[in-house]
């Protein structure tokens, strides 16, 4: 029902920087949050970032003032800039939103995109 495509994954040497974006498409009614996750091999997926309807955003410690997430509601698409990259930052991200999608229901669901790749050199 709801579709996630991520984009702007790549590599990249350390110090330098990269912008995510996460497309959402598909049948909802609203997105209640959307938030970025990372994966490296062999760890647990973890929270990288989060940001709700009324622009709350959370940060990982890791990532705090290096990262920043924004969401254009008009394009139903999330970012996630990513400056002074470090090598630790190698994962794959993963974009995750919480939708409504039923209009005689509150409840929301939740949806995985499929991950970009990004890897930073030392």
């Known amino acids: 029902q709801v579709q996630l495509v991520e984009s702007g994954g790549g590599l990249v040497q350390a110090g330098g920087s990269l912008r995510l974006s996460c497309a959402a498409s598909?049948?909802?009614?609203?997105?209640?949050?959307m938030a970025w996750y990372r994966q490296a091999p062999g760890k647990q997926r973890d929270l990288v970032a989060r940001i709700t309807s009324g622009r709350v955003t959370y940060y990982a410690d890791s990532v705090l003032g290096r990262f920043t997430i924004s969401r254009d509601d008009a394009k139903n698409t999330v970012y996630l800039q990513m400056n002074s990259l470090k090598p630790e930052d190698t994962a794959v991200y993963y974009c995750?939103?919480?939708?409504?999608?039923?209009?005689?229901?509150?409840?929301?669901?939740?949806?995985w995109g499929q991950g970009t790749q990004v890897t930073v050199s030392s």
């Open positions: 995750k939103t919480d939708a409504r999608i039923r209009p005689w229901s509150s409840d929301s669901n939740t949806y």
């Open positions: 598909g049948r909802f009614l609203s997105i209640i949050a």
